[in-house]
């Protein structure tokens, strides 16, 4: 690869600026060519004569019809007026602050020289007076002597705009781009595509495309250069994903499961209710991967209800059927200890022998925790992620479930990665991917998914309201005997002053609502504190539960039918699905109240999704589409999924190819070794090797 030497080899590039590029993440001359532009200007003079559009860029190219300079008592001014080739003329004007004293320099030096009578110039600029029609004055915001060739660059054209950091300007960085499109490292920019593929795809050779993406001679080699970066893009994700799960399956676990039913049937017969048939269905390709001898990898996505506890729960039996322990891991105490609940209620029965840990377990009784896991005694383990700390050991763990993984952060996640690797490993989500995105891209996981909800279940009537109609509605259902929610969101993302609030809200509540009993919930409160408030509320001893949303997952009160979301402009679109979720698990019919105030648009917009469906792969796919999909799969800050050319949406059929052809790929040549090959497989191994490290390519 090109050097940093190389990269200030550039003209005017010095150390100065070279810093300014490092801190864009620019340290070669590759790195810059593939810093592409945020968007573009279109600079293209326009088309029709006094077609000022009061909003957008004026660009004018004209003659120098004279100059004009005037002092006035804090600023200089010098105008300028241009007339084009239709006779067009506009008045261009700039201010200079005024400075007295010896200082002699005139500010308008510079400018004097590239304005001289008869010249020939481009401005840019934006109108003075936006409401005169006719109107012909510019604010100048970049001008460039059309005598000089590199005029081109900026004006006349689609012009590049980048993101850039204070101390570089967009004129400097486009000669930077321009001169690096120039040097001989463009020539030996290798073209990494296999040239089958690019004359499959009918794409751009990259060179080209490169070119086109900085300075586009007009749209339709725009849409081409990106088509062919997307492209790239894509597939070198797609493939590195394929090369991970070919290794994955050449994995093989060296133990196996067999359906001995002693467990499993009582279970069945203990449930009280009967398994969906899409539950059925899960069950059998969890089990069928069970069977197999290589590690599961599977997630298991399911709207808010559907009910993916028990099969979980069924995974887990098998392996305590098989003599192993199984593990289900949390992202929060409040969630594990549901859990726990419901586990202790199925499988007292069964014999099964269970525990509980996270952060808040008592010493001693942590202590025997840990001995019974070691020695093998607990069979099925519930707890939050305290169960990958390192003095956890166990006796034969062989399966790990993690509900509501997109909930755990990106460490915790990559240390789950790293700890379950070897594992049988069922992932829980009820924020679905789209499917042909997690089918495309997860391509080293299996997915499946809980297409219906259990029998019986009403639709949760969902509307934006006031707080007055909210707590009318509370009234109504607690009156007739039910139970409610009224959650206020997290503050400034932090637990203590969320606390407060709720505290002071819960204060405010008791007089709003005398006749009942009121509990308070948030995540400041002890283990203890919190198990007695959850107990008392599921055993109706409280009426109504204020909180902060802690209890967005989990939470299971079948008596419960009304949920308030108090600002609930501040929630994403996933939050308020689950919280909605928390209402509608019993026989009644339910409420979910939004109350939101100076609503954003695409807070409103959050909310008018959230009253319109209940369907939670819908809202996922919004949601993916609001907040990018990198923010979702939790790959942000690794930036797996931040695509500069590409758009996961809107390049769908871009990324069709790309998995095609990723599968023919690597059908045919499955460690890239074909000579063909070989700069894709360099440029692979260059991407992944420092922020992924679970793929090993070597
Ligand atoms: P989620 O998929 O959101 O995690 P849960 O596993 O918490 O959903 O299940 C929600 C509720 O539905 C629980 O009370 C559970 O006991 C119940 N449930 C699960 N499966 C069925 C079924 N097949 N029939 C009736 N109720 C069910
Ligand atoms: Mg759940």
């Known amino acids: 690869m090109t050097s940093t030497g190389t990269l200030q080899r550039l003209k005017g590039l010095g150390p100065a600026t070279a810093k300014l590029f490092e801190k864009l993440g620019i340290s070669t001359l590759t790195d810059l060519l593939h810093y592409y532009p945020r968007t573009y200007q279109d600079r293209r003079p326009d088309e029709k004569p006094n077609d000022y559009n009061s909003n957008s860029l004026t660009v004018f190219k004209g003659r120098v019809l004279r100059t004009q300079e005037i002092p006035a008592r804090s600023v200089l001014i010098f105008k300028a007026f241009l007339e084009n080739e239709q006779g067009r003329q506009i008045e261009c004007t700039w201010f200079k602050k005024r400075s007295f004293g010896r200082f002699r320099f005139d500010p308008f030096g510079p400018m004097k020289k590239d304005f001289k009578l008869n010249a020939e110039v481009w401005v840019i600029g934006r109108q003075e007076d936006r409401n005169n029609f006719f109107g012909n004055k510019i604010t100048v915001e970049e001008y460039y002597p059309a005598a000089d060739p590199l005029s081109a660059l900026h004006a006349g054209r689609l012009t590049p705009i980048y993101s850039l950091t204070e101390g570089l300007t967009n004129k400097q960085f486009r000669l930077f781009m321009h001169e690096a499109l120039q040097t001989e490292a463009l020539q030996t920019e290798p073209e990494i595509l296999p040239p089958a593929l690019l004359a499959k795809r009918k794409l751009l050779g990259s060179t080209q495309a490169l070119r086109g993406i900085h300075f586009p001679a007009g749209l339709a080699e725009l849409d081409a250069a990106k088509a062919r970066l997307a492209y790239e893009e894509f597939l070198l994700l797609a493939t590195a994903w394929g090369i991970k799960r070919t290794q994955t399956k050449i994995l093989e676990k060296g133990y196996s499961y067999e359906i001995k039913r002693t467990l499993l049937t009582p279970l069945r017969q203990n449930l009280g209710f009967q ?26 996505q399911g709207d808010v209800g559907s009910g993916k506890t028990v099969v979980a729960l069924c995974a887990m039996l098998l392996a305590a059927e098989n003599g192993y322990q199984a593990a289900l891991m949390a992202p929060t105490e409040i969630l594990a200890e549901q859990h726990f609940i419901t586990f202790e209620k199925m499988l007292k029965a069964l014999g099964v022998k269970t525990a509980i840990l996270t952060s808040s377990t008592k010493a001693a009784a942590k202590r025997k925790i840990l001995k019974e896991l070691q020695d093998g005694t607990i069979q099925i383990i519930v707890g939050t992620h305290s169960l990958i700390q390192e003095d956890v050991k166990f006796a034969n763990l062989r399966l790990a479930v993690i509900d509501e993984q997109h909930r755990f952060g990106v460490r915790q996640r990559a240390q789950l990665k790293e700890k379950t690797a070897k594992l049988d490993l069922l992932t829980m989500t009820a924020t679905p991917i789209p ?24 639709p949760i009537q969902t509307e934006a309201a006031t707080e007055k109609l909210a707590f009318m509605r509370v009234t109504d259902e607690v009156a007739k005997g039910r139970q409610a929610y009224i959650v206020y969101p997290l503050i400034e993302e932090s637990e203590k002053i969320s606390a407060k609030a709720v505290s002071e809200e819960f204060e405010k509540l008791k007089t709003v609502f005398p006749q009942f009993r009121l509990a308070m919930l948030h995540g400041q409160m002890t283990q203890e504190e919190k198990e007695a408030v959850m107990a008392d509320f599921a055993a109706h001893k409280t009426d109504i539960l204020i909180a902060t949303p ?23 679109l996933a939050s308020l699905h689950q919280l909605r979720g928390r209402v509608g698990r019993g026989e009644h019919a339910s409420y979910c109240i939004l109350v939101a105030e100076h609503a954003g648009s695409i807070a409103k917009e959050r909310v008018d999704i959230i009253c319109r469906t209940c369907d939670g792969f819908k809202i996922g796919e919004r949601d993916m589409q609001l907040r990018g999909p990198g923010e979702i799969l939790g790959t942000r800050q690794s930036g797996e999924l931040e695509f500069k050319a590409g758009d996961f949406f809107k390049d769908r059929d871009i990324l069709t190819w790309a998995i095609e052809d990723r599968d023919e790929l690597l059908t045919q040549d499955p460690a890239l070794v074909q000579p063909a090959h070989r700069l894709f497989k360099q440029r692979l191994i260059q991407l992944y090797e420092k922020n992924w490290h679970l793929i090993d390519l070597s």
């Open 435 to 458: 499917r042909t995105l997690a089918l495309a891209f997860y391509g080293d996981l299996e997915v499946s998914t809980l297409t219906e909800l259990p029998p019986g279940r009403q």
């Open 550 to 572: 802690v209890i967005e997952v989990g939470i299971d009160v079948k008596n419960a039918t009304v949920m308030v979301i108090e600002n609930a402009e501040r929630f994403g």
């Open 275 to 300: 398994f969906t048939n899409s539950q059925k269905h899960v069950i059998n390709e969890i089990f069928r991967d069970l069977q197999s001898p290589r590690p599961m990898n599977r997630l298991l």
